[in-house]
């Protein structure tokens, strides 16, 4: 690991005004102190935001809520308005990392984490996404990347609170000393390695994201995500679905189906949700749902199994929000 300066904040205006010359934010630090240990960043100020208070809470609207940055994942799964009313977000929190990992690690912090591919992590590959013109995960070893939607980079979207706030149609905000405050959608929050291969999200490096605002879900609504790992715990997704129902009583009005581990960015699928609207919450309507996710995919050379794994996943979390079925005791987390 490099030498490093750091400063200590308290304020989003103190710690903006250190946001120069190359230096990059600490939250929980999870993903960042591992990139710099593995030599993948080498940042010469860490500016430490642990400490500002006005970032961390849980706030309940007319409208919906509002979440700042730092809130822990412990701190937005055990919340009582999450579960009642944003279980697929509790879930998606609930089920990251571990218990210890979780009571550390900050919504902001889960949200603009890096790629988990090998290739870009280990100091000994100079990768695409590290300014050079290869990816060595397209011929190389890439049992858990993309199936879908990928183009020069198939490394596969980390957050699983991005498959929970993307089905909620959340949004961000982002502050900046000189140009204030900015709200981005969810879904317009990573960019794709098409468009610039060394960017992961559209965060300036004079920004500081601030909150996640959330609107309140139409009544009669549902919802659920559930993970699945090489391990039935403490893994990273190679499928996950996130899914929203909103219901008339057995029948579906308006779905939202999503998913991370299938592509490089949190993706929605129209063709999953149009099996579902207009239709009774059944095992078979929702098997023909994760059917029809598939649409499209193409699997690299070692991951084809994950065209079997996502129906299974986002029919079993179907029935799950719509009360049909209890939580597979196979997902991890």
């Known amino acids: 690991m490099n030498n490093f300066a750091i400063a200590n904040c308290t304020t989003v205006d103190g710690a903006l005004s250190q946001l120069k010359d190359g230096a990059v934010v600490k939250a929980g630090g999870v993903d960042l102190l ?15 935001i642990r400490n500002i208070s006005g970032l961390r809470g849980i706030h309940e609207t007319n409208d919906g809520l509002i979440i700042g940055a730092l809130t ?19 879930d998606a929190c ?15 912090g889960n949200l603009l984490q890096r790629i988990q591919c090998w290739y870009y992590r280990s100091a000994d590959f100079a990768c695409l996404r590290r300014g ?11 049992q858990y990347h ?25 949004s961000i905000e982002l502050t900046s000393a000189k140009k204030g405050n900015r709200t981005v959608p969810i879904d317009k929050l990573y960019v794709p390695a098409e468009a610039d291969p060394e960017k992961f999200t559209v965060v300036e490096p004079d920004e500081l994201m601030t909150s996640v605002t ?10 659920a995500y559930q993970k699945y790992g090489e391990k039935e715990s403490f893994d990273w997704a190679i499928a ?48 023909a749902a994760g059917k029809a996710a598939m649409e499209g995919a193409q699997p690299l050379s070692m991951n084809a199994y994950k065209v079997d794994l996502f129906p299974i996943a986002i029919y079993r979390t179907i029935l799950l929000a719509a009360g049909q079925m209890d939580r597979d005791p196979s997902a991890a987390g």
């Open 240 to 287: 996950d679905a996130g899914i929203v129902l909103e219901m008339d009583g057995n029948t579906c009005k308006r779905a939202v189906v999503t998913m991370g581990a299938a592509s490089p960015i949190v993706r929605r699928s129209p063709q999953a949700e149009a099996a579902l609207a207009g239709k009774p919450i059944t095992e078979a309507n929702a098997r």
């Open 214 to 223: 959330i609107l309140k879900p139409a009544s009669g609504t549902r919802s």
């Open 94 to 108: 609930g089920s990251a990392a571990t218990p210890h990992i979780r009571n550390m690690a900050t919504l902001g």
């Open 72 to 90: 822990t994942l412990s701190e937005i799964e055990e919340h009582p308005v999450v579960r009642r009313q944003y279980q697929i977000l509790a």
């Open 34 to 48: 591992d990139r710099m240990k593995n030599g993948v960043d080498q940042p010469s100020k860490l500016v430490n």
């Open 146 to 170: 993309a199936i879908m939607d990928y183009g020069m980079c198939p490394a596969v979207a980390p957050s699983s609170a991005a498959v929970a706030l993307l089905g909620l149609n959340a």
């Open 132 to 142: 050079k013109d290869i990816c060595f995960a397209l011929n190389g070893l890439n």
